[in-house]
């Protein structure tokens, strides 16, 4: 019922900084949140950021709090992810997912997940 697509990704150096983008399209009116993930290589999938449809709340895990803002723009129906001081440990594929609730632990509560925008932090 939503579709998710993330763009922005690539290569920088480490202290950089990148703006990743989530753009939604869809039954845009289920969605309470917009969620990132990111997945390195061999890893497991973890939390990054979230933001509520309306921007009233976000949340960010603690390895990019202070690093990372999460911020949407309501007319393009979008949500950024703005990453600066970047470190190799960022590199990952990054997702966004859309959700019913507020940071649910629920695999099932996520849907809309996009293909993925890779981000490379070099060393």
């Known amino acids: 019922q939503v579709q998710l697509v993330e763009s922005g990704g690539g290569l920088v150096q480490a202290g950089g900084s990148l703006r990743l983008s989530c753009a939604a399209s869809g039954r845009t009116f289920s969605i309470y949140s917009v969620n990132w993930f990111r997945q390195a290589a061999g890893d497991e999938r973890d939390f990054v950021a979230a933001i509520s449809w309306s921007g009233d709340r976000s949340a960010y895990s603690d390895s990019v709090k202070g690093r990372f803002t999460v911020s949407r723009d309501n007319a393009k129906n979008a949500v950024y992810l703005q990453m600066n001081s970047l470190k190799p440990e960022d590199t990952a594929v990054y997702y966004c997912?859309?959700?019913?609730?507020?940071?649910?632990?629920?695999?099932?509560?996520?849907?809309?997940w996009g293909r993925g925008t890779q981000v490379t932090v070099s060393s």
């Open positions: 997912a859309a959700s019913s609730d507020w940071l649910s632990t629920l695999p099932e509560r996520y849907s809309g």
